[in-house]
Each structure stands twice: as C-alpha cells, then as structure tokens.
C-alpha cells in the first residue's frame, strides 16, 4: 500500500522516533512531519532500528505541502465534540472503505496524526476525504501517538487490507486546491455566492468535492467547462 504518515505538529521527539519505528515495523517508510517543534525532533533516541526514517523523514511547512501529491487523505479522530461532515470510518473497517473507492498502488494515501495535545483542528479536517477513527474504551478513549499510527499501519498492511488493482489515475490534493481557485474565480466573475466571504466559499466548494472520488480525466473536463463559461461571460464578441 502506498501510504504516508504524516504527523501534524507533534510535540514530543520521543513520539516521533516510537512512530517511525511503528512504521518500520509493518514495512512503511513515507513519513511527513508537519512543522515539528524545534530544534531537536530529528535527534530521537526512540526510534531503535528505524533512525535512518526518522532522518529522511521529509519536514513540511503547512498540511497542504504536505499531502499535495496525495491522491486520498484520511485524518484521524475520535469525533468526540466535533461535527464531521464527510466519512467517518472505523479503522477495522478501513480496508473495505478503501476497495470500495478503488483505491490502488499508484494512488497515494496520506494518513493525518495531529498533536498530541489537541489532535488535528478544523483547519487541518476540513482538508480530508474521510476520517478514521479507532474504537477504543470510552473511558479511555485517546492512545498514545505512536501507538495510534502503530495499530493503523498494522490493519493497513493486512492482506485484507489491499486494495483494487484498477489503473484508474485520481486527483491528487494539490489538483482539488487548483480546481477551487478556478470555481472560485467564476463564482466571483458571475457575482455568485457574492455575499458569502471567500472562505465560506472556498469551504463550500471543497465540501462538495471532497465528496466525489475525482478522476484527473474529471479535473481537466471541468477545467475546460469552466474556462469556457468564464470566455463566455466576457464582453464583446465571441
């Protein structure tokens, strides 16, 4: 499975060294860690046998540097207190989610950890197809990071866990951000939605997207259909 952990604002170097440990364990190497508290996070002692990851690990500036390449991006979350608008899905149930969207190895899967302090925010959820969530005591229902990613990247490499062999090429996270700016500029040149702010719209619109499994043959059809009704809205002849 072509899958990437990304780690969002982790406190603690610790946790990052026990987690690419955790990742080494089940045979992933791709681990994005999202602006780390520095300077020290690299200099981990936790990581026995897995130091080579945690130096390679790439360092993002922001989510979107982030998950751009990635064609799906899961965040994970108790959903405790939070109102979760797109799926939400049980971890033992992940890999059927996954065959069901015909995810497959040229497609590249971000999986989101936020802090360990407050977890992903908002900001970070709204960036997501779907939401992952590992049932756990309600007594205790928040795990350690590193043993959070150690059990998702477990169920993820189960043979039950593959997912379809379908060649189909998907969007990735920096095409949807491109298809927003572009339907946000026709929005803007038909003076739609012109009471709502920019970021209501752009919420909208990525509401609405992340909804659909978008194809790269979908992005560049309506690219195409929005570069035509935006020509066709100028002045003059046509």
């Not at 982030?66 to 799926?87: H, I, M, N, Y």
């Not at 197809?129 to 990247?153: Q, R, W």
């Not at 477990?154 to 866990?161: A, D, M, R, V």
Request: proline letters at 4%; glycine letters at 6%; a positive charge.
């Amino acid at each position: 499975m072509n899958l990437r952990i990304v780690l969002v604002r982790p406190r603690n170097p610790l946790n990052i060294g026990s987690v690419a440990r955790a990742m080494a364990n089940f045979g992933f190497d791709d681990f994005v860690v999202v602006s780390p508290y520095d300077p020290v996070w690299r200099e981990t002692v936790s990581a026995v046998g897995a130091e080579s990851l945690v130096l390679k690990a790439g360092c993002a500036k922001s989510l979107d540097e982030a998950v751009g390449d990635c064609q799906l991006v899961l965040g994970t979350t108790t959903g405790k207190g939070r109102s979760l608008e797109r799926p939400v899905v049980k971890l033992h149930e992940l890999g059927a989610f996954l065959k069901k969207r015909g995810v497959n190895d040229r497609q590249k899967i971000a999986l989101l950890f936020g802090s360990e302090k407050t977890g992903l925010g908002n900001a970070h959820l709204e960036k997501c197809n779907a939401y992952v969530t590992i049932p756990t005591s309600s007594a205790t229902p928040s795990m350690n990071l590193s043993h959070a990613v150690a059990v998702c990247c477990y169920e993820l490499s189960k043979k039950e866990s593959q997912t379809s062999v379908e060649k189909t090429l998907m969007a990735t996270a920096d095409d949807r951000e491109r298809l927003i700016k572009h339907i946000l500029q026709l929005f803007e040149a038909a003076e739609y939605l012109k009471l709502d702010s920019e970021t209501l719209k752009i919420t909208k619109i990525r509401n609405s997207l992340l909804q659909w499994n978008l194809r790269m043959s979908d992005v560049r059809l309506v690219h195409g259909i929005l570069r035509y009704m935006t020509q066709r809205m100028k002045p003059g002849p046509r």
